[in-house]
């Protein structure tokens, strides 16, 4: 068995010194310092543990209600007791009032410790986010107390059957009554649907108020609490538990409503608007997850390489693996895939709050996404080629690392969802706003850079850009132009990351990655042009 190492280190650098969050009024370094170091700690010592038991466990259904893994109840208890599922939430509804980039720091530790749980517990932070901006002042004072001590946890309800991405297809109906409204439908892919966690579960519903030939439209978001005022249960019930490759003790359920009570939250037929308010921060969340994976892998591919006998140096001395020129290639790949990613997450984290440029984040946000999981399963799939054949049995769990991170590229929108979004919505809509905002980015970034690895990829993006928008039909080349974005993303989050090195308590592995990472750029950025047919080749 591999420990959970949390890398608090890494991201604190990220945040601090690379992606700038001093420069927002309500950010401070210490505090957040403070902060993860004690999730940290709390996270080693008492979720980490629960991970490999839960994997074994899984959850189960009993009447209706699913039974959560036994350690994962206690642990959870602790958590709630602490604080930290309120750590987002005002302090006048029982919330610590923290901050959204603190919270991303201590989610990508709970990843890495436990996904799982992890899973469970973090649609909360986006209900509260959801309640603030559209919920009333009734709805706020009977929930996000509840939210905030966790006495309830949260879900967000979506997905149909017959309707996954298409969101127009939703046949789920709300209908007035009284006062409120009644649900009736059904619901798929719901994590968390019900558990025996918490006392009460919040349902956050995307129901058709309207007529189907509305479409989106028609679509509102409703507040479906488990018990209603009396403490009586709603009418709601999971009808089964989803049999996964991962996350087994995270309980992905069919979740049926039959004439449950709810509430309109916000306008009717503005469901949409209010959902993407939990949705477009859940994508960073799960971009952070792949980075957890990412780190993982590397930590206990590291690990183990340091630890590992085999062979002998020129010297004809014994060696550990480590030494071996191929499995510290490997690790640096994994590591690079880490430091990288989490300060493409934090740039756009930071840009999110200082609410200047919405169309810089608008384009990002799918980029990280996509980037950050896609290399999240790369570097838990390496893990496991480091680790040989000890990698492939579940010993080190390097094969639970894989299995919990492949999710990640399906959920929140599909990567292929968000590359096809990026030749189409990204590159034409208002004339390619948020395009344009993501190039003015580069070419900030690149005053600052004295590395001709920026400017080279950023030629080669705006040639396959151009190439992109006069095709009729860019749907075949959205795969290659998001690997060409994302490569030059993170060639700016490098660039920033090599300035910043000395500020990291190991500058020398942080120079050592950015010059990998830029041969990396070198490589392959001219192979993704070439791919988008644009001719940019090199």
Known sequence: MSPFSAPVEDILFSLTHVARAGELDHYDAETTGEILTHFAHFAETAIAPTDEEGDVQGCRLENGRVRMPDSLRAVYAQLAEQGWQGLTAPEEFGGQGMDALTLAAVSEVFTGANHSLQMVTGLVPGAIRTLMIHGDNAQRAAYLPKLATGAWLSTMCLTEPAAGSDLSALRTRATPAGDGWVIDGEKIFISG?????????????????????????????????????????????????????????????????????????????????????????????????????????????????????????????????????????????????????????HMTMVALERGDDPDLVEFLTPVCKAYCTDTGIRAADLAIQVLGGYGYLNEYRAEQNLRDARITAIYEGTNGIHAMALVTRALRHRDGAAAEAFSRFIERERTDDNDPTLARVHSLWQEARDHVLQTQNPAPLADAFMKLTSELAVQAAWSRIARSADHHPDPARIRRLATLARRYGQAMAPAYGALVGSGASG
Not at 277 to 291: F, K, S
Not at 297 to 318: H, L, N
Request: net charge negative; hydrophobic share 40%; proline share 3%.
């Open 193 to 345: 649907g019900d558990q025996d966690l918490s006392d009460g579960t919040l349902h956050l519903v995307l129901a058709r108020s309207g007529s189907v030939d509305e479409g989106v439209r028609g679509l509102s978001l409703y507040l479906c609490p488990s018990h209603l005022e009396d403490g009586t249960r709603n009418s709601v019930r999971v009808e089964r538990i989803e049999h996964k490759m991962g996350l087994h003790a995270s309980p992905t359920c069919q979740t049926v409503f039959e004439g449950a009570q709810a509430q309109l939250i916000g306008q009717a037929g503005a469901g949409l608007k209010a959902m993407f308010t939990m949705m477009n921060h859940a994508r960073l969340d799960v971009a952070l997850q792949g980075v957890a994976h990412a780190a993982r892998g590397a930590d206990i591919s590291r690990t183990y390489a340091a630890e590992r006998r085999q062979g002998k140096g020129p010297d004809g001395q014994p060696v550990m693996i480590a030494d071996h020129g191929d499995v510290a290639r490997m690790i640096d790949e994994q590591d690079a895939w880490a430091i990288g990613g989490r300060a493409l997450c």
